[in-house]
């Protein structure tokens, strides 16, 4: 059985949050301080000084470069390394599911509760009626593809359609 994740991977996802949360805890105390020296330098100022007007521009200008990172950094790479994590915890803890499926075919990239992954598709039998149906097992984009050939029947173990691990399964098996 190959399995596509340890403990070590939830670790490292672990890590990279808590440096990403440093990295933007860090630009917020920049910023305060950087507001607070302004504030205290205007304050200092002479009433009616002409160059308290430099000051106001500053601090937007300051502002405006902790909005702009603010925005893209903790909107992409936070929300994502969360989502990451998230994933990760709900597969040591969640419903674990065994299936033997032939696989049918790739499909195109996905985001899938806010983790990109690749779209395997296998055929599944439908019971009630005498057709093929497709199921979409998800694979983690992190991760390398999984050596499927066309037609081959596979033992997979899911965690809601989310690919833990597989193996080869051959009808000696059963």
Same mark, same amino acid.
């Given at each position: ?9 939830? %670790? ?5 949050? =808590?440096?990403? *949360?440093?990295?933007?805890?860090? +630009?917020? @105390?920049?910023?305060? &301080? ?10 200092? %100022? ?5 160059? =308290?007007?430099? *000051?106001?521009?500053?601090?937007? +200008?300051? @502002?405006?470069?902790? &909005? ?107």
């Amino acid at each position: 059985m190959t399995t596509l994740y340890s403990d070590s991977d939830y %670790l490292a996802a672990l890590r990279q949050r =808590r440096r990403l *949360y440093l990295i933007l805890w860090g +630009a917020t @105390a920049a910023f305060l &301080i950087c507001l607070a020296l302004i504030v205290v330098f205007y304050l200092l %100022l002479p009433y009616n000084d002409p160059s =308290r007007v430099w *000051y106001i521009v500053g601090a937007c +200008a300051a @502002a405006v470069v902790y &909005i702009f990172f603010l925005f893209p950094f903790a909107g992409i790479c936070l929300k994502r390394s969360r989502a990451y994590c998230k994933m990760l915890r709900f597969l040591s803890e969640g419903y674990k599911e065994n299936a033997v499926l032939p696989f049918s075919g790739i499909d195109d990239w996905i985001t899938y509760d806010g983790v990109d992954v690749n779209v395997a598709t296998f055929s599944i039998k439908n019971r009630k009626r005498d057709e093929e149906m497709t199921r979409q097992i998800y694979v983690d984009g992190e991760k390398d593809f999984p050596p499927f050939e066309e037609g081959k029947r596979y033992r997979l173990i899911l965690q809601g359609n989310l690919l833990i691990g597989y193996e080869s399964y051959t009808e000696e098996e059963a």
